[in-house]
């Protein structure tokens, strides 16, 4: 198993363009997430999902959009690219809301500028 | 409110025991203790978690103070690849994870 895989690994965007990164789980998981990781900081939830079909904010969603079509998959979109979005994004599933443990994939490196 | 005060870095000789504190002093009865780590520039990885009871896995040991407001991961053998950033995350099973700015570990060879 693969576990929870990110495309791309790294992305240079210019202020104002768009992209949209893709995350992929084959655990069969109900919840997937996004966060984001700036310098020095943990971990910031933007959104997540439930299952597949339905999309919730996190703590940081503005400037971001999700969509979780197939159950394995969750997109993360950036519509109009800002330098304050410049951050390493990592994706995570889980089996449940009682789940213990979040499987993280390997992050992507996204720099606007 | 940040729920949990972690040290902002420790040092580990290879070999011996890491011992990584944790004061959680506001804890619920409801709410458990997880520990995860981020290894450099790697997603997140689990390690293990509590509610009331010492617990022990492959990877590390947590201990859980009576009274639950503080606990303590201790990785009984620690290897330069557990040079990382160790979070301590409480929270309800149904909640979402928090991450704060944990510790980061330095074991020296």
């Known amino acids: 198993n693969a576990g929870v895989t990110q495309t791309p690994k790294f992305r240079v965007l210019k202020t104002g363009q768009s992209m949209t990164l893709l995350c992929a789980q084959d655990?069969?998981?109900?919840?997937m997430y996004w966060y984001r990781q700036d310098p020095g900081m943990g971990l910031r939830l933007i959104h997540y999902?439930?299952?597949?079909?339905?999309?919730a904010k996190g703590e940081v969603p503005d400037g971001y959009n999700v969509s979780r079509l197939k159950k394995q998959n969750f997109l993360l979109g950036l519509e109009s690219a800002a330098p304050s979005q410049t951050s390493v994004y990592f994706c995570?599933?889980?089996?449940?809301?009682?789940?213990?443990?979040?499987?993280f994939g390997p992050g992507t490196r996204l720099t606007v500028t | 409110d940040a729920k949990t005060t972690q040290p902002t870095s420790m040092d580990c000789a290879e070999g011996r025991a890491a011992n990584l504190p944790c004061n959680h002093s506001?804890?619920?009865?409801?709410?458990?203790v997880y520990w995860y780590r981020q290894i450099h520039s790697q997603g997140p990885q689990y390690i293990i978690h509590?509610?009331?009871n010492n617990e022990t896995n492959e990877m590390a040991s947590l201990i859980i103070t009576e009274d639950r407001k503080s606990s303590t991961l201790i990785l009984p053998h620690a290897t330069l690849r557990d040079t990382a950033v160790y979070y301590c995350?409480?929270?309800?099973?149904?909640?979402?994870?928090?991450f704060g700015k944990g510790t980061k570990l330095t074991v020296n060879p």
């Open positions: 506001t804890i619920s009865g409801n709410e458990y």
């Open positions: 995570a599933s889980s089996s449940g809301p009682s789940s213990y443990e979040q499987y």
């Open positions: 655990m069969n998981h109900e919840y």
């Open positions: 509590g509610l009331k």
């Open positions: 995350i409480v929270r309800l099973r149904s909640e979402k994870l928090v």
């Open positions: 999902s439930v299952g597949e079909g339905t999309t």
